[in-house]
Nanobody
Framework: VQLQAFGGGLVQAGGSLRLSCTTS????????MGWYRQSPGKQRELVAE???????NYADSVKGRFTISRDSAKNTVYLQMNSLKPEDTAIYYC??????????????WGQGTLVTVSS
């Protein structure tokens, strides 16, 4: 397993959860790390990502509520999720991508972790 994700669970609307994802130093030091999510009947979508240079990008639906961060000492990326809404309910997947060529990259996926937000 290249990436291991932790932290899903059940929370009430308005609550918070923090997801974490660890990987090897070889991957983490070069990778853009991110979180995707997929809910039933929907396509997997990017939630947030952060480059090796700490540049972050968020889906519009989570801006202002979610924060992605990375800890190089622990080879871990975090997703702090605040003000959770029922529509945030999904399986969240950790992802890492490393450039292979200008047109190609290695993609690494963690196992999903379920986040359920009750109304």
């Amino acid at each position: 397993v290249q990436l291991q994700a932790f932290g899903g669970g059940l929370v009430q609307a308005g609550g918070s959860l923090r997801l974490s994802c660890t990987t090897s130093r070889n991957i983490f030091s070069l990778a853009t790390m991110g979180w995707y999510r997929q809910s039933p009947g929907k396509q997997r979508e990017l939630v947030a990502e952060i480059t090796a240079r700490d540049r972050s990008n968020y889906a519009d639906s989570v801006k202002g509520r979610f924060t992605i961060s990375r800890d190089s000492a622990k080879n871990t990326v975090y997703l702090q999720m605040n003000s959770l809404k029922p529509e945030d309910t999904a399986i969240y997947y950790c992802h890492g991508s490393v450039m292979k060529t200008l047109l190609d990259k290695y993609n690494y996926w963690g196992q999903g972790t379920l986040v359920t937000v009750s109304s």
